[in-house]
């Protein structure tokens, strides 16, 4: 039997499994479900192992667990690492959801629930591949092994020490994402670049007491009106950030990548229209694509400070704050940017109050991949026997970290093989996942393995 007959003698069986999968509230963000993340690992433990894949094991991080495991029979051959993440997002609200988040239900050829499409029906098709094959050959064509982690929806903040722990353990010559997506239905994609970013927050504070503004206004310094004057300093007419230092390390977009980027489909009205606004904004010299897929950004996220009720309230705030982001590209180090940022803001406060900067726990540095690399022409290949086209050359203006934490320690570059999509409401009520991606993630694996073990 090929693996494509067992792969359709198997499609009932691979759905009920999903299904009990999905139903696990495996959400990593709250300390409630923490027994049910260690349930999902439980879970995926126990599926890897049925699938014939071999030293699996529960591995502490100090944080949600890791699944490992592998099958390293294929001596000569590369090794491969495969990845992905059993976490989900929170749920809520709850009200938005036309059925219970954990209770899946399949409907015109999509399930929903949480986790549906990020990661659970994305991370699963591995596993199944690999069943597929070594039940219809008795062998892989190569050596894999697995790494699941349960922390991804809350920054992997233990992944980064655990991968540096276990370097000799998780050793491969590539590593495969199955936390991903492509371009639509019927256009596949390569992802070869992920922002970073860095997260801050500015304290402005002025008087010891919030003070009278009849009183007091005009003699002393207003600390929202400083930290409206420190915000404005950080950008330029033309868009560009004015920190210093802050491009230095950036690397350009060459004309051929530019020209690729073209090469996928932009409607700007249709995408103003979805948003809701009558313009677009960015960096001047850019194209909406390649200032969200290729240049960094400086975002204020929110702002706070006085009087916030009905009503007037006549006073002067002791103190006023805001939170910013900043998403990070090719070869920028987030701590060099929140140094920088920093500087900036001492420099720029005004006289009259004390502006300090603490960093936030987002941190990720960004990801970028050689298009021609020999795992993302091996991916081609396959893309293009299973679309019948060509992909787009794309990269996300989202963070992976784990793409970098894996090159940085491993020496390893990681390709984004999955089969999401961006209609699919990841991390939004009524979050689903297509059975045929389900199916095609299954198809795509078996075919990548046996072309990596074979690479021209």
């Known amino acids: 039997m090929s693996w494509r007959n067992y792969l359709d003698a198997q499609q009932d069986r691979f759905l009920a499994e999903l299904l009990d999968f999905l139903r696990i509230p495996s959400v990593s963000a709250l300390p409630q479900h923490a027994g049910d993340v260690q349930r999902a690992a439980d879970w995926v433990a126990a599926r890897m192992r049925a699938a014939g894949i071999e030293s699996v094991q529960i591995l502490p991080t100090g944080g949600h667990p890791v699944v490992y495991g592998d099958w390293l029979h294929a001596p000569g051959k590369p090794t ?46 591995p596993i199944l591949a690999v069943e597929a094959l070594l039940q219809s050959e008795g062998t892989l064509p190569l050596n894999v092994k697995f790494l699941f982690e349960g922390q991804e929806e809350i920054g992997s903040p233990q992944i980064p020490a655990f991968v540096a722990a276990h370097r000799e353990l998780l050793a491969c010559d590539l590593a495969l994402s199955s936390d991903g997506g492509q371009w639509s239905e019927t256009e596949p994609a390569i992802l070869t670049g992920l922002r970073g970013g860095c997260g801050l927050q500015i304290d402005v504070r002025g008087p010891n007491r919030d003070l009278h503004s009849g009183i007091y206004g005009g003699a002393v310094q207003n600390p929202i009106h400083a930290l409206i004057t420190i915000l404005a300093s950080l950008r330029g007419p033309d868009r560009r950030i004015l920190v210093e230092g802050f491009y230095d390390a950036v690397v350009p977009l060459t004309d051929n990548e530019r020209r690729r980027f073209a090469a996928a489909p932009f409607d700007g009205e249709a995408y103003m229209e979805d948003l809701g606004v009558e313009a677009l904004w960015g960096e001047a010299g850019y194209t909406p694509r390649e200032r969200t897929w290729a240049r960094p950004t400086l975002e204020i996220n929110g702002v706070w400070g006085g009087f916030q009720g009905e009503g007037v309230k006549t006073v002067l705030p002791a103190e006023a704050h805001a939170k910013i982001t900043c998403r990070l590209v090719a070869n920028q180090d987030p701590a060099t ?9 001492a420099k720029h406060a005004p006289p009259g109050v004390m502006a300090a900067v603490q960093p936030l726990r987002f941190l990720a540095k960004p990801y970028l991949m050689p298009y021609d690399h020999p795992g993302n022409r091996a991916a081609r290949e396959i893309l293009v026997e299973l679309y019948g086209r060509e992909p787009y050359e794309v990269r996300s203006g989202g963070s992976i970290p784990i793409c970098t934490v894996l090159l940085e320690e491993l020496g390893a570059y990681t390709v984004n093989f999955a089969f999401g999509l961006e209609d699919e409401r990841q991390h939004s009520p009524n979050e689903f996942f297509r059975l045929s991606s389900f199916r095609r993630g299954q198809e795509g694996y078996c075919m990548l393995l046996e072309r990596l073990a074979n690479p021209e």
Do not use: C
């Open 80 to 125: 491969v690492l495969i990845y992905g993440h059993f976490d989900t997002q929170p749920a809520d609200p709850y009200e938005l959801w036309d059925s219970p988040p954990f209770e899946p239900v399949v409907r015109n050829g999509q399930v929903y629930a949480r986790g549906a499409s990020d990661d659970k029906g994305n991370m699963l098709p």
């Open 337 to 345: 940017i929140l140094e920088l940022i920093s500087a900036h803001v």
